[in-house]
């Protein structure tokens, strides 16, 4: 191999090596790099045949269209709600930042909406949860719309539906990352804890106030941190109460990947165009199996339903259904029994 065919080999494997895990966790022996420099030694197992044949996703900026749902209900006031142009990636914006994006129960009722938008829109394989600006991702509850009752506003009694939020992400069966700049604290933490993935900007910052400031997550604040980062690490997130930094966070194994806050929505995107090359299925499978456990009957539910879905796809399926329908006796006779 020429000097010339070398550096774009050696090139081409840093990149991927670049992408497929941290900047700082590459040493200059890592094989991928030794492999690109050596070319006797071309079997590294990042130089596969899939990323021959695919090459990297494409890393141009995504077009973001705002979206508008039903037009006779009220316009969006805390939310921002975006698809990207020509692929399958929505985007759903925290927007008060004067509040570091804390949610109040108008929030979280348009967060539900939104999600709601882009489970049943069939165009959306990836959903990008974030906060506006670079401050924070969430704050959690807004604090002066806490009553006796929960969170309330002028409309309604006051409750803790930002736990129906968390249950809607948890259960939807596309990938949510969190892509997180900046506080992500109290209720806030709960919400990136609850995405499939989080990446962090390397200016974000990570915790529970909740004793600090009267209040605590049981539900799924407590049990799915405990199963991230271990009951240890959980109980002293909980009880002390302090704040981490985006590598911390990375260590203990709450995020996913800490990038430069300049290329936070860069790489974010990456992940998201990774993702949608590969089969919706799988990987709608993939996260209600990683669920079912921990979500118990819930859990299994959605687990489930998924392989019922996958079913009715079937000719097997529709044997009964059509036979059903037509008023004759089914003949499951012709499909094998598998062993
Ligand atoms: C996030 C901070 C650390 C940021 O600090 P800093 O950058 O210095 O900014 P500030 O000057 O503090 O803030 C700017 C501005 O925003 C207001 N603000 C920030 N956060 C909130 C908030 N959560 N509520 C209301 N207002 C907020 C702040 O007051 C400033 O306004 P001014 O008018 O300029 O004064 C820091 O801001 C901070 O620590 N914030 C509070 C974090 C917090 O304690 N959050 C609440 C935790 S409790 C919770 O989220 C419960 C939620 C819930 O519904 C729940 C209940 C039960 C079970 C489960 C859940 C759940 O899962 O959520």
């Not at 709601?116 to 959690?140: H, L, P, Q, Y």
């Not at 009951?231 to 194994?253: C, H, I, N, Q, V």
């Not at 995107?269 to 299925?281: D, H, I």
Request: aromatic content about 8%; overall charge positive.
């Amino acid at each position: 191999m020429d000097q010339n065919m070398n550096m774009i080999v050696a090139r081409r494997m840093a990149s991927v090596a670049n992408h497929l895990m941290p900047a700082h966790q590459i040493s200059p022996s890592h094989p991928a790099l030794l492999g690109a420099i050596a070319p006797s030694n071309c079997s590294s197992p990042l130089d596969d045949s899939y990323r021959r044949t695919h090459g990297e996703v494409p890393s141009h900026p995504p077009v973001w269209k705002t979206v508008s749902l039903d037009e006779s209900v009220k316009e969006f006031a805390d939310i921002i709600y975006e698809k990207a142009a020509g692929e399958g990636i929505a985007k759903i914006t925290i927007n008060r930042p004067e509040r570091r994006n804390a949610f109040r129960p108008q929030t979280v009722k348009e967060l539900m909406r939104a999600f709601n938008d882009a489970r049943d829109d069939i165009s959306v394989g990836v959903i990008i949860f974030t906060g506006k600006g670079t401050e924070a991702f969430c704050s959690g509850g807004d604090q002066s719309f806490r009553g006796k009752n929960g969170y309330a506003d002028y409309d309604n009694f006051g409750r803790l539906n930002v736990l129906d939020l968390q249950v809607q992400i948890r259960r939807l069966p596309k990938p949510v990352i969190a892509m997180v700049a900046g506080y992500a604290v109290g209720g806030g933490h709960v919400l990136h804890m609850v995405c499939d993935l989080t990446i962090a900007a390397n200016n974000a910052v990570f915790g529970q106030t909740g004793p600090k400031v009267g209040s605590f997550d049981a539900g799924y604040g407590a049990s799915i941190m405990s199963r991230l980062i271990g009951p240890k690490r959980a109980r002293e997130m909980w009880y002390l109460s302090k704040f981490y930094t985006a590598s911390e966070a990375e260590k203990m194994g709450l995020v996913n990947m800490v990038v430069p806050l300049e290329k936070l929505e860069q790489e974010t995107v990456k992940w998201c165009r990774e993702m949608l090359r590969n089969s919706p299925t799988a990987i709608r499978l993939c996260k209600s199996a990683i669920n079912a456990a921990d979500d118990g009957h819930a859990g299994l539910q959605a687990l489930a339903g998924d392989a019922t879905l996958m079913f009715y796809g079937t000719e097997e399926g529709n044997e009964g259904r059509s036979s059903y329908l037509q008023h004759k006796k089914p003949d499951f006779s012709k499909f094998p029994r598998l062993p």
